[in-house]
């Protein structure tokens, strides 16, 4: 599968952004989803995942309550709606996918294998 992110930009502290991530192929309802990001001079770090049917999300401790992610199978389309976003939300935001055997929980970045070209979020203060 290949992935293709958008909707990064520049926004100010307490505004909201929505990334976007289209997947290629016809089966994209069975890959688990996922999103991370990677500040500058840090490893990148899990943000939010769904699974593959969408009936199951999990989030980072620092976006709960702020972002939610979903996604629309008939669409090959994953979402990450961010709300309130904080300075130190600051990062390029990639979102990855993981068609092998499904478990709940998926926060890991090698229990994904593939993964898109990320895109950049800096919220000003």
């Known amino acids: 599968v290949q992935l293709q992110a958008s909707g990064g930009g520049l926004v100010q502290a307490g505004g909201s952004l929505r990334l976007s991530c289209a997947a290629s192929?016809?089966?994209?309802?069975?890959?688990?989803m996922g999103w991370f990001r990677q500040a500058p001079g840090k490893e990148r770090e899990f943000v939010a995942a769904?699974?593959?049917?969408?009936?199951?999300?999990y989030y980072a401790d620092s976006v709960k309550g702020r972002f939610t992610i979903s996604r629309d199978n008939a669409k090959n389309t994953v979402d990450l709606q961010m709300n309130s976003l904080k300075p130190e939300d600051t990062a390029v935001y990639f979102c990855?996918?993981?068609?092998?055997?499904?478990?709940?929980?998926?926060?890991?970045?090698?229990?994904?294998?593939?993964w898109g070209q990320g895109t950049q979020v800096t919220v000003s203060s």
């Open positions: 990855a996918a993981d068609g092998r055997a499904y478990y709940p929980g998926k926060l890991r970045r090698h229990e994904y294998d593939y």
């Open positions: 192929g016809r089966t994209f309802s069975s890959y688990d």
């Open positions: 769904i699974s593959r049917s969408g009936g199951s999300t």
